[in-house]
T-cell receptor
Framework: DAGVIQSPRHEVTEMGQEVTLRCKPI?????LFWYRQTMMRGLELLIY????????DSGMPEDRFSAKMPNASFSTLKIQPSEPRDSAVYFC????????????FGPGTRLTVT | DQQVKQNSPSLSVQEGRISILNCDYT??????FLWYKKYPAEGPTFLIS?????DKNEDGRFTVFLNKSAKHLSLHIVPSQPGDSAVYFC????????????FGKGTRLSVIA
């Protein structure tokens, strides 16, 4: 399997623009997680899905952030409008199920908002 | 409030010596603990895990120790190799419903040749 695929790998945008990050989980995995990594806060869970249904979005920082999982093989994380403080590395991870602890991470998207 | 804490942001160790990375947690409901390793420009990769019913799990050069009474776990790497230089994340999970993992902030290990 190709592993978790994320695109783009790097994104540079101006404040106020919409940003969409994409993730393709490992085939057969039922749970999908979006994380954000910053120096100050480390690796934070933003939202996770189980069988394409959002289970917990309490980590989403503001209403500017939204995530969807229209099918088992695709998810998006959208920031609209983007702000400089959103600059971070965003990771997508998948696992066979939420209670299967080993998660497989994608390579991440490095977002820079100027 | 951080439920999983890695109090050492960085650690330097000589090649061939033991590396000990520490992690503390506060939530008594955590019953499964993992270590992830992360190289620059890559996502974290699973390294080793331990269930709360055990106090030690070994996989080659990597051993994880769990002290439930102290709510403390550690990762030992023996012998350390330059390729072990990476950021190591401690993570913890509970068995109550759909409880996802909680990660520490990570410790950057540098193994010096």
């Amino acid at each position: 399997d190709a592993g978790v695929i994320q695109s783009p790998r790097h994104e540079v945008t101006e404040m106020g623009q919409e940003v969409t990050l994409r993730c393709k989980p490992i085939s057969g995995h039922n749970s999908l997680f979006w994380y954000r990594q910053t120096m100050m806060r480390g690796l934070e869970l933003l939202i996770y899905f189980n069988n394409n249904v959002p289970i917990d979005d309490s980590g989403m920082p503001e209403d500017r952030f939204s995530a969807k999982m229209p099918n088992a093989s695709f998810s998006t994380l959208k920031i609209q409008p983007s702000e400089p403080r959103d600059s971070a590395v965003y990771f997508c991870a998948s696992s066979l199920a939420v209670l299967v602890r080993e998660q497989y991470f994608g390579p991440g998207t490095r977002l820079t908002v100027t | 409030d951080q439920q999983v804490k890695q109090n050492s942001p960085s650690l330097s160790v000589q090649e061939g010596r033991i590396s000990i990375l520490n992690c503390d947690y506060t939530n008594s409901m955590f019953d499964y603990f993992l270590w992830y390793k992360k190289y620059p420009a890559e996502g974290p990769t699973f390294l080793i895990s331990i269930s709360s019913i055990k106090d030690k799990n070994e996989d080659g050069r990597f051993t994880v120790f769990l002290n439930k009474s102290a709510k403390h776990l550690s990762l030992h790497i023996v012998p350390s190799q330059p390729g072990d230089s990476a950021v190591y994340f401690c993570a913890a999970g509970g068995n109550s419903g759909n409880t996802p993992l909680v990660f520490g902030k990570g410790t950057r290990l540098s193994v010096i040749a």
